[in-house]
T-cell receptor, first 117, second 111 residues
Framework: NAGVMQNPRHLVRRRGQEARLRCSPV?????VYWYRQLPEEGLKFMVY????????ESGMPKERFSAEFPKEGPSILRIQQVVRGDSAAYFC???????????????FGNGTRLTVT | SQQGEEDPQALSIQEGENATMNCSYK?????LQWYRQNSGRGLVHLIL?????REKHSGRLRVTLDTSKKSSSLLITASRAADTASYFC???????????FGSGTRLLVRP
């Protein structure tokens, strides 16, 4: 059983380039969450998506960042015109369709470490 | 703002000793979860405690939850060098599925 798969594991981009981070959820999971982690800090929520829908993007910067989870294929976190401050580890998590009061934990990938030079 | 805050930020103990980490949060929650992260790796789910539970055990882990004080503790008994990692609490609010993480406790277990 494959867990959450993220690729690439490491990504180096120069300032101004675009970064595309991919996340394949656990098979059968229809919910995806993206988090960002700066060195020595906890994870900060960015966006929550279901298939073809953005449910909560309250943690996403207003500019340059976008996320999608298409009907087919992985979820993509896209960062346009990257700056040095975007350097961080980006984690994806997935879950099944959860009802009210569902206490099943999220499954996390190993992250993509983005370095902007 | 972050929901959970942990203390201590860093903890160094001798192998065999117990390690206690604390987490405080601000709003009503559905559940509280503890995760472990080894350096450079993803998060591993350790234990989940629901808002109507007060204590939970899993192997050498013991978690308590005090909703009146909005706090939780994670106890690792008989620590091992392999327990060296960062430990994060995360809260799930009622009617929201996203997890809010604390800043973590970095645990070092000296052999």
């Amino acid at each position: 059983n494959a867990g959450v798969m993220q690729n690439p594991r490491h990504l180096v981009r120069r300032r101004g380039q675009e970064a595309r981070l991919r996340c394949s959820p656990v098979k059968g999971h229809s919910h995806v969450y993206w988090y960002r982690q700066l060195p020595e800090e906890g994870l900060k929520f960015m966006v929550y998506l279901q298939k073809e829908n953005i449910i909560d993007e309250s943690g996403m910067p207003k500019e340059r960042f976008s996320a999608e989870f298409p009907k087919e294929g992985p979820s993509i976190l896209r960062i346009q015109q990257v700056v040095r401050g975007d350097s961080a580890a980006y984690f994806c998590a997935s879950s099944r369709d959860r009802g009210t009061g569902d206490n099943s934990p999220l499954h996390f990938g190993n992250g993509t470490r983005l370095t902007v030079t | 703002s972050q929901q959970g805050e942990e203390d201590p930020q860093a903890l160094s103990i001798q192998e065999g000793e117990n390690a206690t980490m604390n987490c405080s949060y601000k709003t009503s929650i559905n559940n509280l979860q503890w995760y472990r992260q080894n350096s450079g790796r993803g998060l591993v789910h350790l234990i989940l405690i629901r808002s109507n539970e007060r204590e939970k055990h899993s192997g050498r882990l013991r978690v308590t939850l005090d909703t009146s004080k909005k706090s939780s503790s994670l106890l690792i008994t008989a620590s091992r060098a392999a327990d060296t990692a960062s430990y994060f609490c995360a809260t799930e609010r009622k009617s929201s599925y996203k997890l809010i993480f604390g800043s973590g406790t970095r645990l070092l277990v000296r052999p």
